[in-house]
């Protein structure tokens, strides 16, 4: 295709209807093959400790690399999302995705496991997934929170889906064949990004603060060449800083208060998110619930979830919930914090359904407000930079939570101390997200009181709150790639 046949297509406006809807479609499919694919990865921890002779803290390395990577690929996304658009980041994230898990299924120790469905399968699934999140934004503008709610239900399809597959198979074939044939599912990502074609090209201005010429030189850069000039060094090392702000959101981090409380919250709260997905299931093995039973469990989990995001997404569309989307995630935070305490009590298998229906519940207005409450936060059109720091930042939290609870339960032989310290972690955290803001808005409200003029003013101090209003133009940069 054209770039004046881009741009051409572009002015015709597609955002929230036609082919923007068959690019839900495809987002939705690719959130149930990335972001719901590690759920399922406690089906088989028993096996691969027994395989490897690994502990728990060991074991638990495995799928946290694989969700860390997952989420702290995000400025590598965004500088390929950049430079060549949402559909090759998505293809090349479904080959490194079925790569890493066919080379997976040769892997002869838990370090091998580690590289090949830790860092590839990782890194592949954050292309696609982080890839597919951005072009919604592009492609939806009026309905852009219930497309986001919509996307989001795929990862709850993936909860139901994967762990029952993955039981399965694992009973018939082992787990190295069952590694074998994910590989194939995860390259159904490829399709995915075919679907999402470019709608359009428009210059591409200069940035504030960039001087002519320099993009010409961080191309230059980029390929290896040399400054011509030592005169040019020292801009060369500002063009670098630059370009790594640009794709990190440092500045916006330094600016905008909403932001910077969002993304310490969130952070700290997904080191404790994880823990029940990973360890629910040999906690119920441990118990005594049959291996289908507990795989069920997380079934559950993803069952419940298909239909309550949809319903939350609307809800917190809402005008009425309009600028206030951070409280309905901090309540929502706080709920999953608050169930852990049921299997605590027992873990019998009925015990544990209802731990997940409640669980399940909470966790759908946690997964549909997550990307909604940080695109209210930051503008769009540097939204693709903002969720790159947003998602390295909680990938750390997400990479040693599991393994230093496994290490607790290795020393305790208890695994009721997983659900403790998720409990500690969310609560916590919903309870920071919710009163920073409130504070934040009070502090607002009686700056305007007082008419003290801010040099950029928005609901959280330095960035527009609201940019999925319906009267807002679509953003002046829009990701082209080649047909």
């Not at 990190?248 to 029940?276: E, H, R, S």
């Not at 609307?314 to 608050?338: D, E, K, P, W």
């Amino acid at each position: 295709m054209s770039q004046g046949g881009a741009a051409g297509r572009g002015t015709a406006k597609p955002q929230d209807r036609g082919w923007a809807w068959m690019v839900l479609l495809a987002a939705v499919v690719l959130q149930a093959l990335t972001l719901g694919f590690p759920c399922c990865i406690g089906v088989f921890f028993t096996d691969l400790q027994h395989e490897f002779h690994a502990s728990n803290s060991e074991t638990s390395w495995f799928p946290s690399i694989m969700v860390a990577v997952l989420h702290g690929g995000g400025p590598l996304c965004s500088i390929l999302v950049k430079r060549f658009g949402c559909r090759f980041a998505v293809m090349l994230g479904g080959l490194l995705s079925g790569l890493g898990m066919v080379s997976s299924s040769f892997c002869k120790s838990i370090s091998q496991l580690y590289l090949t469905a830790g860092l590839i399968t990782g890194l592949g699934s954050c292309f696609s997934f982080q890839a597919g999140v951005t072009v919604l934004g592009y492609y939806f503008v009026r309905w852009r929170t219930l497309a986001n709610a919509t996307a989001s239900t795929g990862v709850s399809l993936g909860f139901t889906l994967w762990p029952l597959l993955s039981q399965y198979l694992l009973d018939e074939m082992g787990w190295r064949n069952t590694f074998l044939i994910f590989g194939g599912i995860l390259l159904n990502c490829c399709v995915c990004g075919a679907i999402m074609r470019p709608i359009g090209s428009l210059p591409q201005p200069p940035e504030a603060g960039e001087e002519p010429g320099s993009r010409a030189e961080e191309a230059q850069l980029s390929n290896g060449a040399s400054p011509p000039h030592p005169a040019l060094q020292q801009h060369a090392r500002t063009t670098c800083f630059q370009v790594l702000q640009k794709y990190l959101a440092f500045d916006i981090l330094c600016q905008n208060k909403g932001y910077q409380i969002y993304t310490i919250g969130v952070a700290w709260m997904m080191m404790g998110f994880a823990l029940p997905h990973v360890y629910l299931v040999p906690y119920a093995i441990q118990n005594g619930v049959e291996e289908r039973r507990a795989a069920l469990l997380i079934s559950i989990i993803g069952f419940i979830n298909i239909f309550i995001r949809p319903f939350t997404g609307l809800l917190s569309g809402h005008r009425v919930f309009t600028g206030r989307r951070i409280y309905l995630f901090s309540l929502a935070a706080l709920l999953c914090g608050l169930s852990n305490f049921i299997c605590i009590i027992s873990a019998e298998f009925r015990v544990l359904v209802l731990y997940c229906v409640i669980l399940s519940i909470a966790m759908s207005g946690v997964g549909a407000l997550t990307f909604q409450v940080l695109m209210d936060v930051v503008e769009m059109d540097r939204f693709s930079s903002a969720l790159g720091l947003f998602t390295i930042l909680e990938s750390i939290t997400l990479l040693i939570g599991p393994p230093l609870t496994g290490l607790l339960v290795d020393i305790t032989s208890d695994f009721r101390y997983v659900f403790y310290t998720s409990s500690f972690l969310m609560i916590s955290a919903a309870l920071f997200m919710g009163l920073s803001f409130c504070a934040l808005e009070k502090k607002n409200k009686l700056r305007e009181a007082s008419k003290v003029p801010l040099s950029n003013p928005s609901r959280y101090s330095e960035m527009p709150s609201d940019p999925q209003a319906g009267s807002q133009p679509p953003p002046a940069v829009v990701y082209i790639t080649s047909i």
